[in-house]
């Protein structure tokens, strides 16, 4: 007897550690990114000036980091073709972190090692919190594609492409009130993510402030979770006007099918994360009909510079890019306007020399990107404007009111 | 709304339900836990997704062929994995099932890619609606489908010659040897069925809850173990009602308590199950001579 309870101690403590290790993957991946830009350095009398890049590109949140590697590498290819910059070629050193702040920290140790001069991340959130600390002790010029926390950019050193959680949210409550007029809202936010969570606290608060009742927050857990009748049971009881989804796309995608299936007939209403949900509903487009977001890209934006972007990644990658990628194609963009800017010509002068001047440099310029025209303020972030979108006949529509 | 909490309950239950069954099959004759059952879910899921999807063969095709491969996927994860650590410590076969899970992750992760995709549910039944209450064709066919494959088990395991093959080595391995029954033969056609049975769980998971992935099997997995534990690991019918009350507990507290706190109910179920009854609802006082 006792000898089996202790077993089933053990059993748990395993059952645990299974649930807790799972973002672990496998250790090594891509350094030849850097490699390859070193062969090409004997044809360029500039030399080769690498560009760090961070994110998760095995584990649950892979997808992220593989669009920021993929999206940043056009970019690269299509500065290098026409002739670099300054006269110098860009090249990019991407590695993995699987979503982990520790495993986050040692790619940025190998990335400096490989001679990085620039850091293009973190990807997510999490590790980008504890990647800015040390970026920061070494005065490196960091920009996030993505790492949409408030504390991932907590230092002067640190930038980003992307919307911070908390503008998110105060832009969703002041559109749904200003623009669209509606006074009754539910929400289905991800409580074990900061991104969803972070848009979700600034949404309730200002959401108040405009004179919106939430009539029912709901929470799930993770991106393991798959049932949601029992929250949407609970938001048709509340009858609200629109239910607002700060989320992923992939969860955003069950909650389509699942209140299809129950017979709901909700308005949506959600942030950046929900670009996708069209390719994620796959031949379901139908479901996403009326779904409006406020987002930065959009892959079926008719403008010149997003369309020749969205060929040049379908043609090298076989799919439609999402906001990651074109995010990380910005930033690309940005640190070549910046280290334009800053007139940095040599490639092997000392990281923290680079950064001081790019922190200058960015904060005087404009850049017409595909994410939007961007500026930043003093305090790293990005200031454009999010666009309204609405799904009709399976394609996104700028809403026109 | 209570009648639409509790139906969402039940369907989820039986899902765990089903999965519950092979942790609770290969812990009872083999006396090891399958941690990679999960994973074998997810590969099940991938199989008939393939089939089906990619490949356009009809459902039934898809069905068979999903059950047919996880069937010899489990076999040969036992011959592989699990048989030379016959006579090893029981921490060393659990550490390898744990090993076992992540290589099935990383290899659908390296083959199918992060993405997770959406799933044709494979069940034509249409939609019952009792009043206000609208019941998905996919609980139903879950339900059958669990109460069916909970009857076939109990009638295979004591009325046949296998059946009886397993019930003896489960209760002691050295003894049934001795009789002249093949453990090894016998673990194996358990680890068989369990996979097998994993095939349809997840097919059917994916059916409900129409994405996957290649962590799909994984939490599911663990709240199915909590299932076996709580019905009394090693008991079929424990399974199933472990499975069906961890569902609808799950969903009522998700709908009355707080849909942020569901989670840690249920791991709270398991933690007060291995305090006051370690051997679960199910399960039999085991008597270890010392």
Same mark, same amino acid.
């Given at each position: 007897?006792?000898?089996?309870?202790?077993?089933?101690?053990?059993?748990?403590?395993?059952?645990?550690?299974?649930?807790?290790?799972?973002?672990?993957?496998?250790?090594?991946?891509?350094?030849?990114?850097?490699?390859?830009?070193?062969?090409?350095?004997?044809?360029?009398? &500039?030399?080769?000036?690498?560009?760090?890049?961070?994110?998760?590109?095995?584990?649950?949140?892979?997808?992220?980091?593989?669009?920021?590697?993929? &999206?940043?590498?056009?970019?690269?290819?299509?500065?290098?073709?026409?002739?670099?910059?300054?006269?110098?070629?860009?090249?990019?050193?991407?590695?993995?972190?699987?979503?982990?702040?520790?495993?986050?920290?040692?790619?940025?140790?190998?990335?400096?090692?490989?001679?990085?001069?620039?850091?293009?991340?973190?990807?997510?959130?999490?590790?980008?919190?504890?990647?800015?600390?040390?970026?920061?002790?070494?005065?490196?010029?960091?920009?996030?594609?993505?790492?949409?926390?408030?504390?991932?950019?907590?230092?002067?050193?640190?930038?980003?492409?992307?919307?911070?959680?908390?503008?998110?949210?105060?832009?969703?409550?002041?559109?749904?009130?200003?623009?669209?007029?509606?006074?009754?809202?539910?929400?289905?936010?991800?409580?074990?993510?900061?991104?969803?969570?972070?848009?979700?606290?600034?949404?309730?608060?200002?959401?108040?402030?405009?004179?919106?009742?939430?009539?029912?927050?709901?929470?799930?857990?993770?991106?393991?979770?798959?049932?949601?009748?029992?929250?949407?049971?609970?938001?048709?009881?509340?009858?609200?006007?629109?239910?607002?989804?700060?989320?992923?796309?992939?969860?955003?995608?069950?909650?389509?099918?699942?209140?299809?299936?129950?017979?709901?007939?909700?308005?949506?209403?959600?942030?950046?994360?929900?670009? &996708?949900?069209?390719?994620?509903?796959?031949?379901?487009?139908?479901?996403?009909?009326?779904?409006?977001?406020?987002?930065?890209?959009?892959?079926?934006?008719?403008?010149?510079?997003?369309?020749?972007?969205?060929?040049?990644?379908?043609?090298?990658?076989?799919?439609?890019?999402?906001?990651?990628?074109?995010?990380?194609?910005?930033?690309?963009?940005?640190?070549?306007?910046?280290?334009?800017?800053?007139?940095?010509?040599?490639?092997?002068?000392?990281?923290?020399?680079?950064?001081?001047?790019?922190?200058?440099?960015?904060?005087?310029?404009?850049?017409?990107?595909?994410?939007?025209?961007?500026?930043?303020?003093?305090?790293?972030?990005?200031?454009?404007?999010?666009?309204?979108?609405?799904?009709?006949?399976?394609?996104?529509?700028?809403?026109?009111? | 709304?209570?009648?639409?909490?509790?139906?969402?309950?039940?369907?989820?239950?039986?899902?765990?339900?089903?999965?519950?069954?092979?942790?609770?099959?290969?812990?009872?004759?083999?006396?090891?836990?399958?941690?990679?059952?999960?994973?074998?879910?997810?590969?099940?899921?991938?199989?008939?997704?393939?089939?089906?999807?990619?490949?356009?063969?009809?459902?039934?095709?898809?069905?068979?062929?999903?059950?047919?491969?996880?069937?010899?996927?489990?076999?040969?994860?036992?011959?592989?994995?699990?048989?030379?650590?016959?006579?090893?410590?029981?921490?060393?076969?659990?550490?390898?099932?744990?090993?076992?899970?992540?290589?099935?992750?990383?290899?659908?992760?390296?083959?199918?890619?992060?993405?997770?995709?959406?799933?044709?549910?494979?069940?034509?039944?249409?939609?019952?609606?009792?009043?206000?209450?609208?019941?998905?064709?996919?609980?139903?066919?879950?339900?059958?489908?669990?109460?069916?494959?909970?009857?076939?088990?109990?009638?295979?395991?004591?009325?046949?010659?296998?059946?009886?093959?397993?019930?003896?080595?489960?209760?002691?391995?050295?003894?049934?040897?001795?009789?002249?029954?093949?453990?090894?033969?016998?673990?194996?056609?358990?680890?068989?069925?369990?996979?097998?049975?994993?095939?349809?769980?997840?097919?059917?998971?994916?059916?409900?809850?129409?994405?996957?992935?290649?962590?799909?099997?994984?939490?599911?997995?663990?709240?199915?173990?909590?299932?076996?534990?709580?019905?009394?690991?090693?008991?079929?019918?424990?399974?199933?009602?472990?499975?069906?009350?961890?569902?609808?507990?799950?969903?009522?507290?998700?709908?009355?308590?707080?849909?942020?706190?569901?989670?840690?109910?249920?791991?709270?179920?398991?933690?007060?199950?291995?305090?006051?009854?370690?051997?679960?609802?199910?399960?039999?006082?085991?008597?270890?001579?010392?």
């Amino acid at each position: 007897m006792k000898n089996f309870k202790r077993m089933l101690a053990l059993l748990m403590v395993a059952a645990l550690s299974v649930a807790s290790f799972s973002a672990c993957g496998d250790e090594e991946q891509t350094t030849a990114a850097a490699d390859s830009g070193e062969t090409t350095e004997a044809a360029q009398e &500039g030399g080769t000036f690498v560009i760090g890049g961070i994110g998760p590109i095995t584990g649950p949140a892979a997808v992220y980091g593989i669009a920021v590697q993929r &999206g940043a590498q056009i970019a690269i290819d299509e500065i290098n073709a026409a002739g670099g910059v300054n006269g110098m070629t860009l090249a990019l050193d991407f590695q993995d972190d699987e979503h982990d702040a520790e495993k986050s920290v040692n790619a940025y140790n190998t990335i400096k090692d490989n001679g990085a001069k620039v850091l293009l991340g973190t990807v997510t959130s999490t590790p980008c919190e504890a990647v800015v600390e040390k970026t920061f002790e070494d005065g490196m010029f960091q920009i996030t594609p993505s790492g949409s926390s408030v504390n991932a950019i907590c230092h002067e050193n640190a930038f980003r492409i992307c919307f911070s959680d908390p503008s998110q949210g105060t832009a969703a409550a002041q559109y749904i009130k200003g623009t669209l007029g509606l006074t009754k809202a539910a929400v289905i936010y991800d409580n074990s993510d900061v991104y969803s969570s972070g848009i979700y606290e600034k949404f309730a608060t200002e959401a108040q402030a405009q004179g919106i009742e939430i009539v029912s927050a709901q929470a799930f857990s993770g991106a393991d979770n798959k049932d949601f009748n029992t929250q949407l049971i609970a938001i048709n009881d509340a009858q609200p006007e629109i239910v607002f989804l700060p989320i992923y796309y992939q969860a955003a995608a069950l909650i389509l099918q699942q209140s299809q299936k129950a017979g709901y007939s909700f308005t949506f209403f959600g942030c950046d994360g929900l670009d &996708g949900v069209i390719g994620q509903l796959e031949g379901d487009a139908a479901l996403a009909e009326g779904v409006m977001l406020l987002t930065p890209f959009v892959a079926d934006d008719p403008a010149e510079n997003v369309q020749s972007f969205v060929q040049a990644y379908q043609a090298a990658y076989g799919e439609v890019p999402n906001q990651f990628a074109a995010d990380a194609y910005d930033g690309i963009y940005v640190i070549k306007a910046a280290l334009e800017q800053a007139q940095i010509t040599d490639p092997t002068m000392s990281v923290s020399d680079i950064g001081t001047a790019l922190i200058e440099a960015i904060k005087t310029i404009t850049v017409e990107g595909i994410t939007g025209t961007m500026k930043w303020t003093e305090d790293g972030e990005c200031d454009k404007t999010p666009k309204g979108m609405v799904i009709k006949d399976g394609v996104y529509t700028a809403i026109t009111q | 709304m209570f009648i639409s909490y509790l139906f969402s309950g039940i369907s989820l239950g039986a899902i765990y339900a089903l999965i519950a069954l092979g942790y609770t099959m290969v812990y009872g004759i083999a006396k090891m836990l399958n941690f990679a059952h999960g994973d074998v879910i997810m590969v099940g899921g991938y199989i008939a997704f393939t089939l089906s999807v990619t490949l356009g063969q009809s459902a039934w095709i898809a069905i068979i062929g999903s059950i047919v491969f996880c069937t010899l996927l489990g076999i040969t994860i036992e011959k592989i994995a699990y048989k030379p650590l016959r006579n090893a410590s029981k921490l060393a076969v659990l550490i390898t099932a744990i090993g076992v899970s992540y290589f099935l992750q990383n290899l659908a992760l390296l083959i199918f890619g992060s993405n997770s995709r959406n799933f044709k549910s494979l069940v034509s039944v249409p939609v019952i609606s009792i009043g206000q209450v609208t019941i998905p064709g996919e609980t139903v066919v879950t339900i059958a489908v669990s109460v069916l494959i909970v009857v076939g088990l109990l009638l295979f395991i004591n009325k046949s010659k296998s059946g009886a093959a397993m019930l003896a080595v489960s209760e002691d391995r050295a003894a049934a040897e001795l009789m002249g029954i093949n453990v090894n033969r016998t673990i194996s056609l358990t680890f068989a069925i369990g996979s097998g049975l994993a095939a349809v769980a997840g097919i059917l998971m994916c059916s409900q809850y129409p994405s996957i992935g290649p962590y799909t099997g994984q939490m599911p997995g663990i709240k199915a173990f909590i299932a076996a534990v709580f019905g009394g690991i090693g008991s079929i019918p424990g399974a199933m009602i472990g499975g069906v009350v961890i569902g609808i507990i799950e969903n009522l507290s998700k709908a009355y308590i707080s849909s942020q706190l569901s989670d840690a109910i249920t791991f709270v179920i398991l933690i007060l199950t291995l305090v006051i009854r370690p051997t679960g609802l199910f399960g039999k006082k085991i008597n270890e001579k010392v």
